[in-house]
């Protein structure tokens, strides 16, 4: 059925994977998809923001636009940090994506412009002559990939990735879908509650869906009926004039970042998930499917760069979930009503500040593990190699740091110095001797924050 060789391997057509898909038939490569159709999203109705439209997310935006062409005329509000409804239209200017059609939607886009799709499909293992298993429901099919990207969601264990660091709160989503109240039609409305908080969609038509995001704990026992209940009873707006209520899932939403694979890319949910209430996650999953997509023809034609292009990817994605972190935070702050209560202490404790740089006294050197070679930088869409070094324990590699050149830096410490002397034979260093004094010092302390330069003696 299959082609026995493609230029690229992604499993999981959800946004992340269909995007990266179009984005390498774009350019020629042959791509095959496969999706086990078991998605995880949060239910029927997700949202994009206005912050879309900023350029930051700009090639996503003409993604969802294709696959969605017309935007929804909701009324958007907010009971949130007071009992009052809030109508903010002006402010979201964003979308409604219906999850399942969108994603349905992407696939065609996919199979219309040469992309091989196989669903349900999911990848059973890999052989050690380097070919995959890839098992659809009639049987096995072996292929050769010289990528493989995984695209697979928020799901915790994804082998063979490692398993995912916790970078917030742990989180549970349980989406509900009922009949709306007559003056909730055509609303969108997010509310603050004490154990939680909620977001309610009812469509001029069909079933409304309400997202509860609520503390674990609270459900200890299972998402039992009585339990949702007592949660949507504190909702004053839209989700607790829901009649006719049923669950119709419940994820674990709790925001995560994934570790880095030597040879395979984790993209979208799969690398780093974000807190719902940042409304990002397809965004950010969009936006760095685009930015893979510039990685994959470089990798084929140097296989010995994956590992980096692997660990560079997944700064790149880290730092972007942290971003969004920061930004869902803002909005739990900004509700202070229920400070004492579990869910919103856990949020609106102050985010642990970076500890203060350890100054090292002594002479230093450079860390034995640190190697002179190519290091591969990873930006949006590209990728270069350039002279710096690596470290042979983490496999990292670094060219510069604080914007200055690393290879001098080191020089200043081919006999051990301490951070004062190095500092002013940096003003010696052609290369160095244009920055500051202070700049230079700030990229010596960073050097030893991350171990590369270490006290002579240890
Ligand atoms: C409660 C909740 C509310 C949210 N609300 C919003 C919101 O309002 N706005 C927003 O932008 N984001 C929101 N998100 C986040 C958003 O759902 C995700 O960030 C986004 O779907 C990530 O896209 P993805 O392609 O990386 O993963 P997914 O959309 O999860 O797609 C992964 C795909 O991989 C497939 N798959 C998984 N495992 C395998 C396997 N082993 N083999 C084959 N196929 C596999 C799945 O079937 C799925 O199609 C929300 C998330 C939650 C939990």
């Known amino acids: 059925m299959f082609a026995r060789t493609y230029d690229c391997l992604i499993v999981g057509a959800g946004p992340a994977g269909c995007r990266l898909a179009l984005g390498l038939v774009e350019q020629g490569l042959e791509v095959l998809l496969l999706d086990h159709l078991r998605p995880t999203y949060s239910g029927p109705h997700e949202s994009v923001i206005g912050w879309t439209s900023s350029g930051w997310f700009g090639a996503g935006r003409k993604a969802i636009e294709a696959a969605l062409p017309q935007w929804d005329a909701l009324r958007r509000g907010a009971i949130w940090g007071s009992e009052e409804v809030r109508w903010q239209n002006e402010f979201l200017l964003g979308g409604l994506i219906r999850r399942g059609e969108f994603d349905r939607r992407l696939r065609a886009q996919c199979v219309d412009a040469g992309v091989t799709l196989a669903a349900p499909a999911t990848l059973a293992a890999r052989r050690d002559d380097g070919t995959w298993v890839v098992r659809d429901s ?34 549970l989503a349980v989406t509900v879908l009922g009949t709306p109240a007559g003056e909730d039609r055509g609303s969108a409305v997010i509310e603050s509650v004490p154990d939680g908080w909620s977001w309610c969609t009812a469509l001029p038509e069909g079933p409304a869906s309400a997202v509860l995001m609520i503390e674990p704990a609270l459900l200890a026992g299972g998402p039992s009926r009585a339990a949702i209940a007592g949660v949507l009873a504190t909702c004053r707006g839209p989700a607790g004039r829901l009649r006719d209520w049923r669950v119709v899932c419940a994820n674990d939403a709790t925001p995560r970042c994934r570790p880095p694979h030597a040879a395979l890319l984790a993209l979208g949910d799969a690398a780093a998930t974000v807190d719902p209430m940042a409304s990002q996650g397809v965004e950010k999953a969009l936006h760095m499917a685009d930015s893979v997509a510039g990685l994959i023809a ?37 509700e202070t009503r229920w400070a004492e209560r579990p869910f919103w202490r856990a949020r609106q404790a102050a985010a642990p500040s970076a500890p203060a740089p350890v100054v090292p006294t002594g002479p230093l050197r450079v860390a034995p593990n640190a190697r002179p070679g190519m290091v591969v930088t990873v930006g949006h869409r590209t990728c270069r190699a350039q002279p710096g070094w690596n470290d042979e324990r983490t496999g990292r590699g670094l060219s510069q740091i604080g914007g200055l050149p690393l290879t001098p830096l080191f020089g200043l410490f081919e006999r051990p110095r301490s951070l004062a002397e190095a500092v002013a034979a940096a003003a010696t260093v052609p290369e160095l001797f244009v920055s500051s004094p202070a700049k230079v010092r700030e990229a010596l302390l960073l050097l030893c924050a991350d171990g590369w330069l270490i006290p002579a003696g240890s």
């Open 138 to 171: 009639q049987c096995d099919h072996r292929v050769r990939a010289r990528t493989v990207v995984v695209a697979t969601g928020r799901a915790r264990r994804s082998a063979p990735l490692p398993a995912p660091e916790v970078i917030g709160p742990p989180l």
């Open 298 to 334: 470089p990798a084929i034609a140097n296989p010995d760069w994956l590992p980096q292009l692997c660990r560079g990817h997944a700064e790149r994605e880290h730092q972007l979930a942290r971003t969004c972190q920061l930004r869902a935070q803002d909005f739990y702050r900004a």
